[in-house]
């Protein structure tokens, strides 16, 4: 445990920037843990990754870990990230952002950044509701969830972060959650290391905004949960099917190996320069 | 009856959508303005309010629906803050060229970058520009009162043009104060039902907001300028007429306090300007010559009514909670200036930038900047340099 700590410790901000602001429960911290050690296993240097944040309680995870860190618009980091990546394709960008970020004030940008196939890792923290603002539904808000803004329920459907992401072309396409930790480590390495844009959801509950008005106990209830309604996708696709519309699939979706959009550009860029070279 | 409650500035804002009968809300949170839509949210669910309740997935759409919703002719609000109403500036903007008077609170907030989410009014004025009729409320009550008299004076037929009731985030927006709730039947009394034109009826078909050329949109633009210089006579007589209907005004377009005979005089807006007041008073109690101009009403700019009260003072200081990047100076600063300048008037004048990003002004900033107002009265000389509150403050206390 010692030495997880001073691993951890070696990636933050912890001398300057701690406390920090999650409530106990909250989901976002072991994703901080667990993206510090996907890095440390995939021997990056501090400098060669650029962590781009959207606003919300999970963009606060940019100012805690010790790599280039941006702290952009809510809704706008894979825009941000876009200009990194295209301006020095070298960089690992990863997009770090809230399921109301990405999907709903953000879901634009969300859908063209997977069509573009720009070479981007988005890890999106889905609690299912805006934490930092006081638990106003998003698009990820199930039907029928009690929130700030639906008191009798949400009328509306949810996205299927997963589905929205591989219809809309991006390359690699996974589901953690932060109960399956040492799942979640190799989800996050596997995705920065793959070409192109990948997409992890990672499931990160939210109690005291999300839990308490639906019927978690505690916020141990919804990690127990996490562990008890999901299945690794290999036996969730052996599931009838009306269990599989009960339980959560978790696991690899999609792993192409297309180049990203900056591989080809930079191509193109180098095939017209050859053919302007004086004869 | 009307009755006396403890109210933060966001449940004022809250209480006056629904005293005003708005037939649509549509909020996307945003500190520090989320609990006046979460208010609302609350109070439609539990009965107290019919209006419709709409939660989009962003600012841009908030105010996009809204317009679909006015020119439909319903009564309509919504409240937002810094990013997000930087978000929704597009519709914004086309919100009050079309010409669609609605009612939005604005908690105040500094805008990135550096990211804060604490107060300022870098938001609110970096739009005035944008079309609509901006008044600035310096406590509570005034939050709940603007923004009825705002539907009237968004709706009456010489202005037709939306109203932004702005407060300070978090100082008012969050403060808990003594408020009185009018009752349903003063307000009904005071702001008669929505009766505006409805631009789409599928009997007399129209095109709204087609392309339009050069020579047209003059005209609409003049017009547009018409009717906000009508606004200037609107907005001092609704106050008017509140203030006969309630027993209580809010100083119509500018608030003074102790000017009749003040040779200095300082230029505040929002919610400082209550310290503002005790500064000016222990001025006074020094033997100071000093008085208070308040602006409420920042757009239409009241220019020729500042003039007047400027005219023939020996010192003019104005505080501002926001930059006017280019100009050394503040952004409330440079509207005084041309006031000044329209009426002729050649008097010493100084800008003061304090608040912006939470930064708190205290009536010993205040105080201070009232000394160099005093300054330059003595000196005769105008301040090239925008004062820093918070360094002049150190400065001082060290020298
Ligand atoms: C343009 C704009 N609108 C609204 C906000 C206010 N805001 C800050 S965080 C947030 C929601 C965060 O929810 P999510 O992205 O799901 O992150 P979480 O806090 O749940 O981790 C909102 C609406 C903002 N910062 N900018
Ligand atoms: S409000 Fe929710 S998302 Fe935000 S820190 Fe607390 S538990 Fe985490
Ligand atoms: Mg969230």
Known sequence: ???????????????????????????????????IRSVHELALSKDEV????????????????????????HGRALTFATGIKMANPDLKVIALMGDGDAFSIGGNHLIHAARRNIGVTALVLNNSIYGMTGGQSSATTPKGAVSQTAPFGHLEKSFDLVKLASAAGANGVSRGTVFHVNMLDRLIAEAVSRPGFNLVEIMSPCFTQYGRKNK?????????????????????EQLPPEEKAKRLPIGTFLAGQEPGLEVLYGNLRDDLAAKEQPR | MARLDALTGNEC?????????????????????????????????????????????????????????????????????????????????????????????LATREMISPVTVWSGMQDAHSVRDAGWIHLYAADNQEILDSIIQGYLIAEHPDVIIPVHVCYDGFYL???????????????????????????LDVNDPAMVDSNTPGDLMMEYREDHLASMRRALDVVAEVDAAFAAGFGRSHAGLLETYRVDDAEEIVVTIGAMSGTAKDAVDAARAKGRSVGLIRVRCLRPF??????????????????????????????????????LGLAGI?????????????ADIREEHLARVLDLIHDCALAGRSRQDAVWMNHELLSAQRR
């Open chain 1, 216 to 236: 978690f106990k505690s916020a141990v209830d919804m990690f127990k949960w996490l562990k008890t309604e999901t299945s690794p996708l290999e036996s969730w």
């Open chain 2, 302 to 339: 009241p220019a020729k009514a500042l003039g007047a009260l400027l005219a023939g003072r020996k010192a003019v200081g104005v505080v501002d909670r926001s930059v006017s990047f280019g100009w050394s100076a503040g952004i409330v600063y440079q509207e005084t200036l041309a006031a």
């Open chain 2, 13 to 105: 804002a809250a209480q006056a959508a629904r005293l005003c009968r708005v037939d649509t809300v549509v909020g996307y949170p945003i500190t520090p303005q989320s609990s006046v839509v979460e208010s609302i949210a609350a109070m439609v669910a539990n009965g107290k309010m019919s209006s419709k309740f709409i939660t989009p997935e962003s600012e841009h759409s908030v105010m996009s629906i809204l317009k679909g919703a006015g020119m439909m002719g319903e009564r309509v609000f919504t409240a937002t803050s810094g990013q997000g109403l930087a978000y929704m500036y597009e519709p914004y903007f086309s919100m009050s060229t079309a010409r669609i008077p609605m009612v939005m609170a």
């Open chain 2, 173 to 199: 927006s969050h403060q808990t104060a003594e408020v009185v709730v009018p009752d349903q039947e003063a307000v009904d009394a005071f702001l008669p039902p929505c009766a505006l034109t409805q631009m």
């Open chain 1, 1 to 35: 445990m010692s030495d997880v700590t001073e691993l951890i410790h070696q990636y933050l901000r912890h001398n300057k920037k701690f406390p920090h602001v999650f409530c106990p429960g909250c989901g976002h911290g072991i994703v901080l843990g667990s993206l």
């Open chain 1, 50 to 73: 650029v962590l781009v944040a959207g606003i919300g309680c999970s963009g606060r995870i940019a100012v805690y870990v010790d790599f280039n860190t941006v702290h952009t618009t």
């Open chain 2, 346 to 358: 050649a008097v010493p004048t100084l800008s003061a930038i304090g608040g912006l990003g939470g």
